[in-house]
Protein backbone atom coordinates (compact mmCIF):
# COMPACT_ATOMS: atom_id res chain seq x y z
CA UNK A 1 0.00 0.00 0.00
CA UNK A 2 1.30 3.33 -0.73
CA UNK A 3 -0.55 6.55 1.18
CA UNK A 4 -0.45 9.71 -0.72
CA UNK A 5 -0.90 13.08 1.08
CA UNK A 6 -1.54 16.27 -0.99
CA UNK A 7 -1.61 19.91 0.14
CA UNK A 8 -1.21 23.57 -1.10
CA UNK A 9 -4.48 23.57 -2.65
CA UNK A 10 -6.67 27.27 -2.14
CA UNK A 11 -8.10 30.19 -3.75
CA UNK A 12 -5.93 32.78 -6.09
CA UNK A 13 -7.01 35.12 -8.95
CA UNK A 14 -6.22 34.85 -11.90
CA UNK A 15 -2.92 35.27 -13.05
CA UNK A 16 -1.72 34.27 -9.38
CA UNK A 17 0.04 31.12 -8.29
CA UNK A 18 -0.08 28.03 -6.32
CA UNK A 19 2.64 25.26 -5.69
CA UNK A 20 1.05 21.88 -4.72
CA UNK A 21 2.77 19.00 -2.56
CA UNK A 22 2.14 15.01 -2.46
CA UNK A 23 4.05 13.19 -0.06
CA UNK A 24 4.01 9.54 -0.27
CA UNK A 25 4.47 7.13 2.58
CA UNK A 26 4.54 2.78 2.76
CA UNK A 27 5.42 0.63 0.20
CA UNK A 28 7.47 3.51 -2.11
CA UNK A 29 10.44 1.10 -3.13
CA UNK A 30 9.18 0.63 -6.57
CA UNK A 31 7.66 4.17 -7.20
CA UNK A 32 8.27 4.49 -10.97
CA UNK A 33 6.23 7.83 -11.93
CA UNK A 34 4.14 10.42 -9.94
CA UNK A 35 1.80 12.65 -11.71
CA UNK A 36 -1.08 15.03 -11.04
CA UNK A 37 -4.25 15.03 -12.57
CA UNK A 38 -7.86 17.14 -11.94
CA UNK A 39 -11.03 16.77 -12.26
CA UNK A 40 -13.78 19.90 -12.19
CA UNK A 41 -17.36 19.25 -11.73
CA UNK A 42 -18.82 17.92 -14.51
CA UNK A 43 -16.04 16.55 -15.84
CA UNK A 44 -14.02 13.31 -16.32
CA UNK A 45 -10.37 13.55 -14.47
CA UNK A 46 -7.53 14.57 -17.06
CA UNK A 47 -3.97 14.35 -16.94
CA UNK A 48 -1.55 17.36 -15.74
CA UNK A 49 1.69 16.15 -15.97
CA UNK A 50 3.83 13.04 -14.49
CA UNK A 51 7.63 12.58 -13.65
CA UNK A 52 9.52 9.67 -13.74
CA UNK A 53 10.72 9.14 -10.48
CA UNK A 54 14.23 7.72 -11.01
CA UNK A 55 15.55 9.15 -14.74
CA UNK A 56 13.00 12.66 -13.62
CA UNK A 57 11.53 12.60 -17.37
CA UNK A 58 8.59 15.17 -17.43
CA UNK A 59 5.09 14.79 -19.67
CA UNK A 60 2.36 17.77 -19.28
CA UNK A 61 -0.68 18.25 -20.65
CA UNK A 62 -0.50 20.93 -23.96
CA UNK A 63 -3.25 23.02 -21.59
CA UNK A 64 -0.57 23.82 -18.33
CA UNK A 65 2.83 23.76 -20.41
CA UNK A 66 4.65 26.47 -19.90
CA UNK A 67 2.69 27.59 -17.63
CA UNK A 68 3.06 24.32 -14.39
CA UNK A 69 5.90 22.70 -13.56
CA UNK A 70 6.49 18.95 -11.92
CA UNK A 71 9.19 17.90 -9.47
CA UNK A 72 10.43 15.88 -7.17
CA UNK A 73 12.24 15.09 -4.10
CA UNK A 74 13.49 11.46 -3.46
CA UNK A 75 14.56 12.12 -0.24
CA UNK A 76 11.21 13.30 1.16
CA UNK A 77 9.37 10.90 -1.56
CA UNK A 78 7.09 14.16 -2.62
CA UNK A 79 6.49 15.29 -5.84
CA UNK A 80 5.40 19.08 -6.58
CA UNK A 81 3.73 20.99 -8.75
CA UNK A 82 4.50 24.73 -9.43
CA UNK A 83 1.72 26.57 -11.06
CA UNK A 84 1.55 29.90 -12.19
CA UNK A 85 -0.03 31.83 -14.91
CA UNK A 86 -3.13 30.45 -13.32
CA UNK A 87 -6.95 30.74 -15.36
CA UNK A 88 -9.99 29.88 -14.33
CA UNK A 89 -10.29 27.52 -16.29
CA UNK A 90 -7.80 25.53 -14.27
CA UNK A 91 -10.23 25.50 -11.31
CA UNK A 92 -10.57 21.58 -10.28
CA UNK A 93 -9.75 19.31 -7.45
CA UNK A 94 -6.18 17.99 -8.01
CA UNK A 95 -5.42 14.55 -7.22
CA UNK A 96 -1.86 12.75 -6.74
CA UNK A 97 -1.23 9.68 -8.11
CA UNK A 98 1.40 7.01 -7.67
CA UNK A 99 2.33 4.58 -10.29
CA UNK A 100 4.18 1.30 -9.29
CA UNK A 101 6.09 -0.30 -11.93
CA UNK A 102 6.17 -0.07 -15.36
CA UNK A 103 3.66 -1.21 -17.78
CA UNK A 104 1.94 -1.36 -20.95
CA UNK A 105 -0.22 1.40 -20.16
CA UNK A 106 0.69 4.97 -21.05
CA UNK A 107 1.30 7.41 -17.90
CA UNK A 108 -0.59 10.11 -18.90
CA UNK A 109 -3.73 8.01 -18.37
CA UNK A 110 -5.73 7.73 -15.14
CA UNK A 111 -5.67 3.80 -16.11
CA UNK A 112 -1.56 3.75 -15.10
CA UNK A 113 -1.80 4.56 -11.60
CA UNK A 114 -2.22 2.08 -9.01
CA UNK A 115 -2.85 4.89 -6.03
CA UNK A 116 -4.24 8.31 -5.67
CA UNK A 117 -4.35 11.21 -3.10
CA UNK A 118 -7.69 12.27 -1.55
CA UNK A 119 -7.20 15.44 -3.43
CA UNK A 120 -6.92 19.07 -3.18
CA UNK A 121 -9.25 21.92 -4.50
CA UNK A 122 -7.77 24.55 -6.85
CA UNK A 123 -9.98 27.69 -7.28
CA UNK A 124 -9.01 30.00 -9.82
CA UNK A 125 -11.08 33.43 -9.69
CA UNK A 126 -11.30 36.10 -12.52
Known amino acids: QVQLVESGGGLVQAGGSLRLSCAAS????????MGWFRQAPGKEREFVAT????????YYADSVKGRFTISRDIAKITVYLQMNSLKPEDTAVYYC???????????????????WGQGTQVTVSS
Open 26 to 33: GRTFSTYF
Open 51 to 58: IGWRGGST
Open 97 to 115: AHKMGPSAVVVTTTRAYDY
